[in-house]
């Protein structure tokens, strides 16, 4: 079983329980950093946000149902009064308890089911291969998208395009996908270019280095609507093969290679871990 797969099973079957990511540090064997890092790339939100929404999930569907009173519902959903139940409830789904129990019925509203233990890894992956390499620096453009939407990243990368070959001292004919800090629910992303050793950055660029590390390279067979299936097979690999991804900021990296077809988001795309020595 995966790591993430691992905090599938105890989000669900514990999820009244006031959990944290030391709990799951415990369980996992893995730290919190890590597993803060790892659990939204897979599944798309942070293991605060996923609690959230599936008990408020749950708290709608006995409003639904007919609950006897508010207030009932919103302390089992773990909320200390009904102001902050209604506040979270508004939140995630548009519209109040109230109006939930009244109308007898979850029209419009899209509840979060629960994610299947094997979402970690619902696609077959090579073995990656390995590769060591020195600090590199990227030139490129930073911004912070929701985990469970990033709309936002194509027009990210249509920003950047009309740098990408025309940077003086990048690499030639390569540009990457940066995950940089994932914190409420939202993510850091850079679209970059590699530099060249003691090239002169850009100065409408934004700077990144990341540190001399082991990389492990997987191969995504697919196109751009499919890459977080294969982040997740990726992990569950080197779960299984004893391999603990590395902590350090910016350690994990999409690489868009020469042969990467803008225009159908395939062909020529890897996704690195970097690893813990």
């Given at each position: 079983m995966s790591v993430v797969s691992k905090m599938l099973w105890v989000l669900e079957s514990r999820s009244r329980e006031p959990l944290g990511l030391d709990e799951l540090a415990s369980v996992t064997g893995k730290s919190r950093s890590y597993l803060s890092r790892v659990f939204p790339l897979v599944t798309g939100y942070s293991v605060t946000a996923y609690l959230r929404a599936r008990r408020l999930s749950d708290a709608a569907r006995q409003l639904a149902d007919g609950a006897p009173d508010i207030l009932s519902v919103a302390l089992?959903?773990?909320?200390?009064?009904?102001e902050a139940f209604t506040r979270a409830f508004r939140d995630q789904f548009g519209i109040t308890p109230q109006h939930v129990r009244q109308q007898r019925n979850l029209n419009g509203i899209t509840l979060?089911?629960?994610?299947?233990?094997?979402?970690?890894?619902?696609v077959s992956i090579a073995p990656p291969r390995f590769e060591d390499r020195p600090e590199m620096i990227f030139a490129?453009?930073?911004e912070r998208h929701p985990m469970n939407n990033p709309a936002g990243l194509p027009a990210q990368w249509q920003r950047f395009q009309p740098h990408i070959g025309n940077i003086d001292g990048a690499i030639a004919?390569?540009?990457y996908g940066l995950v940089g800090e994932i914190a409420d629910n939202r993510f850091e992303y850079v679209v970059a270019v590699e530099m060249r050793p003691g090239a002169e950055m850009p100065p409408d660029l934004e700077s990144v280095t990341v540190p001399a590390l082991k990389w492990a390279r997987f191969s995504h067979g697919g196109d751009l609507s499919t890459i977080r299936q294969s982040i997740g097979a990726a992990e569950q690999w080197l779960s299984d093969n004893g391999h603990e991804p590395s902590e350090a900021s910016y350690s994990f990296l999409e690489y868009y290679g020469p042969a990467f077809d803008a225009r159908s988001?395939?062909?020529d795309i890897e996704i690195w871990f970097g690893l813990q020595a």
């Open positions: 089992e959903a773990g909320y200390g009064s009904h979060v089911e629960p994610l299947r233990m094997d979402i970690a890894a619902p490129g453009i930073a004919g390569v540009a988001g395939s062909g």
